[in-house]
Nanobody
Framework: QVQLVESGGGLVQAGGSLRLSCAAS????????MGWYRQAPGKQRELVAR???????NYADSVKGRFTISRDNAKNTVYLQMNSLKPDDTAVYYC???????????WGQGTQVTVSS
């Protein structure tokens, strides 16, 4: 059974940093681009960062230059380094596949990121 387990969220002041991790079980990791998505209260879930198996990355304009996505294929883990955090980054963060810039696996529980001003 494929599982996605996110961790690393928390409460941080504006300007601070957090590093999120997502462990994926099964074989999906090596075959797919992976992405970090987020959903803020009252808003739709959005893709903020994507990385393909070869390492190329894409970012939403809102996080470009502040967030860095990376992956460890040997550990089936994808990371999101978030720097210069803003209150607008407050959301539940999820990882999932992103081969067509959209998810294809059941969602995990996500990890809450709260940025205080």
């Amino acid at each position: 059974q494929v599982q996605l387990v996110e961790s690393g969220g928390g409460l941080v002041q504006a300007g601070g940093s957090l590093r999120l991790s997502c462990a994926a079980s099964g074989s999906i990791f090596s075959m797919n681009a992976m992405g970090w998505y987020r959903q803020a209260p009252g808003k739709q879930r959005e893709l903020v960062a994507r990385i393909v198996s070869g390492g190329s990355t894409n970012y939403a304009d809102s996080v470009k230059g502040r967030f860095t996505i990376s992956r460890d294929n040997a550990k089936n883990t994808v990371y999101l380094q978030m720097n210069s955090l803003k209150p607008d980054d407050t959301a539940v963060y999820y990882c999932n596949t992103a081969s067509a810039y959209s998810p294809s696996m059941p969602w995990g529980q996500g990890t809450q990121v709260t940025v205080s001003s």
